[in-house]
């Protein structure tokens, strides 16, 4: 269920944050609220432990053309799992162009808690994902126009690289990465799936089939 607070709007600067409340689950709407707060990082201020703080220090801080864009959506759920998909936007005043961020959420529901990379890859088993992740990687360069003009020198340029912000969803376990860690800007923020088939022995079992 969505919570929509709309663009807030003066002269300048502005702020808009679409997050999520999740009726009857108070903690997990809690935490969406303070992880999505966490992804601010304004310059060097402070870290902020929910939306309301965040929004009272940008009002404050903000230059006169600076934007702030947040977002939270359910990218999957069923009775075990929700997952959550977080993205931030931040233009400061004087900047080339405003940079995003993306940050998932992996929700256990019967525990209550949050599943972070080590609760969902197998023990001792995270450089074999990091190898089917950069298998997909090397399906990914074959659809990038840019790539393919020269895969030598993209991959020297914006060589693979290693990420815990997964996801579980239907079809496999999905990876995304902030504009410029493995593409140039224009890319946006890139995302590799690798289908369950190729996680057996990889996954931890509880969540293969999630």
Not at 18 to 30: E, I, Q, R, T, Y
Not at 187 to 205: A, D, F, M, R
Request: charged share 20%.
């Amino acid at each position: 269920m969505g919570k929509n607070q709309g663009r807030l709007q003066g002269e300048c600067p502005k702020l808009s944050v679409d997050s999520l409340v999740f009726p009857g689950n108070a903690k997990l709407s809690l935490f969406v609220d303070a992880t999505l707060a966490s992804m601010t990082g304004m310059g060097d201020g402070p870290l902020h432990s929910s939306i309301d703080e965040f929004e009272n220090y940008y009002w404050r801080t903000a230059g006169p053309r600076d934007e702030v864009i947040l977002a939270a959506k359910t990218r999957y759920r069923n009775k075990d799992l929700t997952v959550v998909e977080l993205g931030s936007w931040q233009y400061f005043t004087g900047a080339a162009h405003g940079m995003a961020a993306t940050q998932f959420i992996n929700w256990d529901n019967q525990r209550g808690a949050v599943l972070h990379f080590g609760d969902i890859i197998a023990p001792g088993k995270t450089q074999d994902f990091l190898r089917v992740l950069q298998q997909a990687h090397q399906q990914w360069l074959l659809t990038q126009e840019d790539a393919q003009e020269n895969i030598a020198q993209y991959n020297r340029l914006w060589p693979f690289q290693p990420t815990e912000n997964i996801a579980l969803t239907d079809t496999g376990v999905v990876a995304k990465y902030d504009a410029y860690a493995i593409a140039p800007y224009s890319s946006g923020q890139p995302e590799l799936t690798v289908p369950y088939s190729q996680l057996k022995g990889i996954l931890n079992p509880a969540y293969l089939q999630r």
